[in-house]
């Protein structure tokens, strides 16, 4: 099982470097299901593989002139502020116990596993979909400063998302950025790993001090992601990243179906 873990682990990276994301949305559900960890805490281990491993994969985009700065830094506004508040001051306030349905316990890591695996589900429709957001680019609208309340507000829900369950959200971030942004996709999803970067890793400093972190796991997990996001921008131009992109997509939606069978209908306590 450690060694499938490890595995899936190198996965998540080659796909963030093949498709710009989908990877992170699988890392709570390996470090869950695959290592063992506790939900809640395998939220802010991903916080950081995901940001590491992005950081790699934005560093490397913007030597090849694919990462919009200062895009980034205005999107970032709004979801680095609202990832760190919910990680700091929301997160611990939620009770391990929330309440009990017939006789069915409801507790926080419960939750936590439900709300991912819609998360899932939502991303591997947009991956199945796979479809080209730069056709739908109107004009009028490809202006950062027309659309400068939209894309905050979109920072803060994606900052959410990131804050509660850890996920990174390129495949909300990559059609947000082509289309109302107007940034070509090469240079969307460039500009949506440093934006996953810096969501990720100040999210992970709101978590400080709160668990104990075993670091030498960590290390070893994101070093194994980091690795296979190389692994995959070496693929990108031998594979047909949209056929990919669907059959992952395929894939996440079969593990989101088994997280909530797993979560509601086989935990049951």
Sequence with gaps: ???????????????????????????????????????????????????????????????????????????????????????????????????????????????????????????AMAMIRNRNHEDNVDDKDASANSNTIKLLAYGIAIGLATGILGAGGGFLLIPTLVILVGLP?????????????LNSLIGFTGDLGRFSIDWWFLTKVTAIAIAGIFVGDYLEDKIDSSQLKKGFGWFVLVMAIYIIIKEILINKK
């Design 1 to 123: 099982m450690e060694v499938l873990a490890y595995i899936a682990s190198a996965l998540i990276g080659i796909s963030l470097g093949l498709i710009g994301g989908g990877g992170s949305i699988m890392t709570v559900p390996v470090l869950v299901y695959l290592f063992g960890t506790n939900p809640l805490l395998a939220t802010s281990y991903s916080l950081f593989i995901v940001g590491s491993t992005s950081l790699v994969g934005a560093v490397n985009n913007y030597y090849r002139g694919f990462v919009n700065i200062k895009t980034a830094l205005l999107f970032g506004l709004s979801s680095i502020t609202t990832v760190f508040i919910t990680r700091k001051f929301i997160i611990p306030h939620i009770p391990s116990h929330i309440t009990y349905i017939g006789n069915f316990e409801v507790t926080e890591g419960k939750i936590t596993m439900v709300l991912f695996a819609i998360l899932m589900v939502l991303a």
């Design 185 to 197: 996709m090469k240079e969307a999803v460039g500009t949506s790993l440093l934006i996953i970067a």
